[in-house]
């Protein structure tokens, strides 16, 4: 069974919030189109959702650092970023446009203040696990097609961790976009989700 795994696409990333990704809002047409056609061919759509309590240790404002600095969080390099995805806050809706009605779950991450979750499987000191492979082992799902907020960080980790559990999985780039502090990390990204084996369509 193959499964639609749509990443982040939160308010927050895109134009007008607070970790706006450029263009982010244009993946939500790509995403739609996607979804409908799992949708019609009964096969899973999930929606990962980022998901942070306000004392996220991720958050510049928490760490007293600037936005976009690195720094440290328990031992793990961390990128700081503007306060986020807070839980039932406005930026952590699913954009208003995403057609809601095709998604079969929701898996939210992020929610441990002291440590980050860029991807949809695992904390980023891999400590802990989502539900995410859980549900798709559940569900007879071996082969996935990714999409979503941000290409060079949560989609990327998701893809990775998706490829070391053996998925096989398919990355459409024109449903992503990246936050590119350096320029070209998005282009670099999908160059090393290419080399880990994913198939970038
Ligand atoms: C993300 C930075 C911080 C993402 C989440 O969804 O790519 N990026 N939190
Ligand atoms: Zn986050």
Known sequence: MKALILIDLQNDFCPGGSLAVAEGDK????ANRYAAEFYRLQRPVV??????????????????????????????????W???????????ELHPELEQRYLSTRIYKGE??????????????RRSKTQLHDWLQSHGVSSLIMMGLAT???VKYSV??????????????????????????????????????????
């Not at 441990?112 to 991807?119: M, T």
Request: hydrophobic residues 40%.
């Open 27 to 30: 993946v939500i047409a790509v």
């Open 112 to 125: 441990q203040p002291l440590v980050d979750s860029y991807s949809a499987f695992f904390d980023n000191g």
């Open 82 to 92: 503007p306060d986020h995805c807070i839980q039932y806050s406005a930026g952590a």
């Open 47 to 80: 929606a990962t959702l980022d998901w942070h309590p306000a004392d996220h240790g991720s958050f510049a404002s928490n760490a007293g650092r600037e936005a976009g600095t690195l720094g440290e969080l328990k031992g793990l390099p961390q990128v700081w």
């Open 160 to 201: 990775l961790d998706a490829l070391s559990l053996g998925y096989e999985v398919q990355v459409v780039a024109e449903g992503c976009r990246g936050v590119n502090l350096n320029s070209f990390d998005s282009e670099r990204a999908l160059e090393e989700m290419a080399e880990r084996g994913a198939d970038i369509v």
């Open 152 to 154: 060079d960080y949560c």
